[in-house]
Nanobody, 126 residues
Framework: QVQLVESGGGLVQAGGSLRLSCAAS????????MGWFRQAPGKEREFVVS?????????YYADSVKGRFTISRDNAKNTVYLQMNSLKPEDTAVYYC??????????????????WGQGTQVTVSS
């Protein structure tokens, strides 16, 4: 099973930026579709973005983050990143990365994923 560890969360003012990292161990990430989800207090876990296990496919973004967030992966470092720009208070949540072996398509639903990280808190102040 994939071990995923997120980092990079923190407190930032509205309009600021953060870059989250998701480091994987035990497997080669290039074989996995990867996703980022978030969960705010009192709310359900929400899809943010996914990238297919097939190289070259366009990532799929939730409308709420499109144009502000960017997912990327460095397979040599076995790490996936989430660059978050123009942050808003409503982006405040615990952010989770997830891995889906051989995952293709939009990978929107949490059930498509095999492994999850422990989460990292992102707080955006107004």
């Amino acid at each position: 099973q994939v071990q995923l560890v997120e980092s990079g969360g923190g407190l930032v003012q509205a309009g600021g930026s953060l870059r989250l990292s998701c480091a994987a161990s035990g497997v080669t990430l290039s074989s996995y579709g990867m996703g980022w989800f978030r969960q705010a207090p009192g709310k359900e876990r929400e899809f943010v973005v996914s990238t297919s296990s097939v190289s070259g496919r366009t990532p799929y973004y939730a409308d709420s983050v499109k144009g502000r967030f960017t997912i990327s992966r460095d397979n040599a470092k076995n790490t996936v990143y989430l660059q978050m720009n123009s942050l808003k208070p409503e982006d405040t949540a615990v952010y989770y990365c997830a891995a889906a072996l051989g995952g293709v398509g939009r990978l929107v639903h949490p059930v498509r994923y095999d492994s999850w990280g422990q989460g990292t808190q992102v707080t955006v102040s107004s």
